[in-house]
C-alpha cells in the first residue's frame, strides 16, 4: 500500500555528467522535465557525486561536463525561473541524509539492486568494487527523500532506484516515527482542524481502518492537504495515524515513467555514449549530415534497384520520431519499391533533425557566451535547495535523536 505523499506536488531528479548530452537525452529525459517544469515544484539537479562513483578515476570529464550540461538544459529549455536547478555536491545535506540513511539500510538491499552487478558487468574495464558505487542508489534515496519529493521522473532502468528508496523510508518512518506519546500528539493534532474536520477525519480514518475503504483514506488525505494550520510535523502525524502507523517523516516517492520510447542511435540501438552511437545536442550541421549519411541501412539493399524493408533499417526507427504521416508513406513506399535511393530517404530526416536542433544550438552558444549567468541561476538553485533540504534535515536528526545543543 502507499504511504501518503507529503510533498506530491514535488519532483526531484538528477542527471550525471558524464559527457556532452545527445538526442538521447532530450527525447528520453529532457522533453518531460520542459513538460513537468510547469506543473510541479520541480528540483532538477547534477549528479555530480553519481559520476564520481563510476569516473572516480577521470573525474576531470564531470568538471568539463558540469556547466556543459547546464547550459544544455537550458538551451533546450529549462526555465530558471520555473524550477530550482543545482548542484548536489553543493548541497552537502545529500550527504549527510545518506550517511544517516545508510546505518538502517540492510547490506543485502543494495547488494540487490540488479544495476549494481549489470553496470559491474558492463563497465568492466572500472573496478566497481568500491563502497561508494555500492551506495549508489542509497545515495539516490537521499537525493529523493532530501526534497521529500512525491515523484521522480525517471527511465524505466531507474525504477529499482525508485523503489529502494520507498523501502528505506518506510524502514525509516517505521524506526523514527514512533513517539512515545504519539497517539497523544496526534489526538491534539487533530483538534486543530476545527470541529467539523475533526468529525471527518474521524469518520474517514474508521472507515479506512476498519472497512479498508481507500477512497476514505484518499478523501482524508486531501482532507489533510487542504489543511493550513497544521504544523509539518503535525501534518505528519496524521498522515501516519490515518494508516495505523506512526510519523511519516519521509514519505515514499513514486516512479513517474517517462514515457518516450527509448531514443535509436545511430546504428538503430538505444542511443548511448558507450556505444559511439549519438548525435549530440550542440552538434554543428555538416557533421550531423555527415553522420546521418553514414547511417547503415537495410543490409539487403546492396544497390539502388533492391527494394528494402524500412523495417529492417535504423533510419526508419528514426523516421518514426520525426517525419510526417506523409514522409512516412513516402519512406515506405519508396523503400519497398526501390523508388527512392537511401540517400534520398534520409534527406527529409538531416532536415528534420537540423531544425530542432538549431535553436537549441544557437541558445548554447549565445549562453557559452555568459557564463555567469549560468554560474547565477546554479547558485540561486543551491540556495533554494539547500533551505529545503536544512528543514528535512532537521526532522531527521531530531527523530533519530542527533538534535542535542
Ligand atoms: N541515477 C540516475 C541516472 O543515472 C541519476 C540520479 C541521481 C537521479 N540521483 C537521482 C535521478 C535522483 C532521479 C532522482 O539517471
Ligand atoms: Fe532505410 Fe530509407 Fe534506405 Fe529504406 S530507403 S533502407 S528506410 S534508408
Redesign the pocket.
Known amino acids: 500500500m502507499d504511504t501518503v505523499t507529503l510533498q506530491s506536488s514535488r519532483i526531484?531528479?538528477?542527471?550525471?555528467p558524464t559527457g556532452r548530452l545527445h538526442l538521447g537525452h532530450y527525447h528520453g529525459v529532457l522533453k518531460n522535465w520542459i513538460k513537468l517544469q510547469h506543473e510541479f515544484d520541480c528540483f532538477f539537479f547534477v549528479?555530480d557525486w553519481?559520476a564520481l562513483t563510476t569516473h572516480y578515476d577521470d573525474s576531470g570529464v564531470i568538471e568539463e561536463s558540469v556547466w556543459e550540461m547546464v547550459t544544455d538544459w537550458l538551451a533546450a529549455g529549462i526555465e530558471p525561473s520555473a524550477v530550482s536547478l543545482f548542484l548536489q555536491s553543493k548541497v552537502p545535506e545529500h550527504a549527510e541524509l545518506h550517511l544517516l540513511l545508510s546505518m538502517i539500510t540492510p547490506l543485502s538491499w543494495l547488494e540487490r539492486v540488479p544495476t549494481y552487478k549489470d553496470q559491474q558487468e558492463k563497465l568492466k574495464e572500472k573496478d566497481l568494487s568500491t563502497y561508494g558505487f555500492l551506495g549508489y542508489p542509497l545515495l539516490?534515496s537521499a537525493?529523493?527523500l532530501t526534497y521529500r519529493a512525491g515523484q521522480?521522473p525517471?527511465g524505466e532502468d531507474?525504477v529499482v532506484?525508485v523503489e529502494l528508496t520507498r523501502e528505506v523510508a518506510r524502514r525509516f518512518n517505521h524506526i523514527y516515527g514512533r513517539e512515545r506519546d504519539f497517539e497523544e500528539r496526534a489526538e491534539a493534532a487533530i483538534k486543530k482542524m476545527g470541529k467539523k474536520n475533526v468529525k471527518l477525519y474521524n469518520q474517514l480514518r474508521k472507515a479506512y481502518q476498519e472497512q479498508g475503504d481507500t477512497e476514505a483514506l484518499d478523501t482524508a488525505r486531501a482532507l489533510l492537504k487542504e489543511q493550513q494550520n497544521l504544523t509539518i510535523g503535525d501534518a505528519e502525524r496524521l498522515f501516519g495515524f490515518l494508516e495505523g502507523g506512526g510519523k511519516v517523516i519521509l514519505p515514499e516517492p513514486k516512479a513517474l515513467l517517462t514515457s518516450a520510447a527509448k531514443m535509436p542511435g545511430l546504428d538503430g540501438q538505444k542511443m548511448s555514449k558507450s556505444y559511439g552511437n549519438t548525435i549530440t545536442l550542440r552538434e554543428p550541421e555538416d557533421s550531423l549530415a555527415e553522420k546521418i549519411k553514414k547511417m547503415p541501412t537495410d543490409t539487403n539493399r546492396v544497390r539502388r534497384t533492391d527494394p528494402g524493408n524500412p523495417d529492417l533499417c535504423p533510419v526508419w526507427q528514426l523516421h518514426e520520431i520525426y517525419a510526417t504521416e506523409d514522409q512516412k508513406q513516402w519512406v515506405q513506399e519508396g523503400c519497398r519499391t526501390a523508388g527512392i535511393g537511401c540517400l534520398d530517404c534520409k534527406g527529409p530526416l538531416i532536415d528534420a533533425v537540423a531544425a530542432e536542433l538549431k535553436p537549441i544550438r544557437e541558445r548554447a552558444d549565445d549562453l557559452s557566451e555568459h557564463p555567469e549567468v549560468v554560474r547565477r541561476i546554479i547558485e540561486d538553485g543551491n540556495e533554494a535547495a539547500r533551505e529545503v533540504a536544512r528543514d528535512t534535515l532537521e526532522e531527521v536528526r531530531s527523530a533519530m535523536g542527533l538534535s542535542y545543543k
Do not use: K, L, Y
Request: aromatic share 0%.
Open positions: 526531484v531528479s538528477g542527471m550525471r549528479a553519481h539516490q537525493d529523493i521522480v525517471v531507474q532506484h
